[in-house]
């Protein structure tokens, strides 16, 4: 049975823990609205494929599809993935699933209001109610009790490094279009009774042109405690220098809820990636969601990367940096096989495989 519960999980003895914690497994959830994905979603549905074989050959993947698509989803994933039906408006599950909370004897779940990235100021689709509801529903799937948190929030805006640090961006947190009736001590108080947090770092903004307004998860990440990694450029003409500029003046000048200072690793970028001409007519045009124009620069990152048990499933970009974040990262985890999954097709989607995934802690480490 899976209750919904009076309380906070920082009350009853729950926290979240980082990404590189072990995990039970991870969740994905299929895409399919040819309104973002091009040419009916069919090459963001080889990429998913891809991401989610990289994983499973790392920890159990639940991938969710919607009734529409189950024998397609069925069809093209390898037998070792489970399959589950579950409506939904888009595939985000880092953003509108469960963020997964434990006490190390059993796991809740914290259901945090979804609006797509902004409701109706700006945000990237119209409804969203599906989208909404799969925190719930996954939940429900696990026999996990949930606390329904009353907060706007994705996923993908904050990381924690699970002893109560967590690191976010003002950009999106504070963005009149999430909690504009709440100040960012309001926010913090939220954050800390659900996900057990005595330190909060505020970054100011996100990866330049990012649509989510500025995820923490596409500009910098705990790698473990104590040590971060942080999106780069040396290119002064690039609007980025500044923004990871100032972010890296931040990290280098505050300390992590033991007191500890930040280990701070620059990750280089990939050279500005734009929308091509065939990739933006690929997209069919609905009023309300978010033109794909031709050279438009997207959100390219390789911070947006994914941990599971034993692995990291990094994006790659055909760049000429590729080669070279993916030795940084696997230098920064030696303990880990650093695996490289082309995610163009992702990535024209809005985000990367960070956004796509969702991990479902283990109980005990
Ligand atoms: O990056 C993410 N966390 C989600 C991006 C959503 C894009 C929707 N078009």
Known sequence: MAFLLEGTPKNDGYRMPGEFEKHAGT?????ERPDNWRLGAKPAQKAFVEVATAISRFEPLTMAVSQAQYNNARNL??????????????SWIRDCGPT???NGESLRAVDWDFNAWGGLLGGLYFPWDLDDLVAQKVADLERVDRYKAPLVLEGGSIHVDGEGTLMTTRECLLNENRNPDLTQEEIEAHLSDHLNLSKFIWLNRGIYNDETNGHVDNICCFIRPGVVALAWTDDKSDPQYE?????YEILQATTDVKGRKLEVHKIYQPNPILITQEESEGVDAIQGTLPRQKGDRLAASYINFYFCNGGVVVPQFNDPHDKLALDQLQKLMPDRK??????REILLGGGNIHCITQQQPAVKN
């Open 27 to 31: 969740w994905m959830l299929w895409p």
């Open 77 to 90: 994933l390898p037998g070792n993935i489970r399959v589950v039906e579950m409506s939904n408006n888009d």
């Open 100 to 102: 997964f909370v434990t």
């Open 243 to 247: 923004i990871s500029q100032e972010n």
């Open 338 to 343: 650093v695996v490289g999954v082309y995610a």
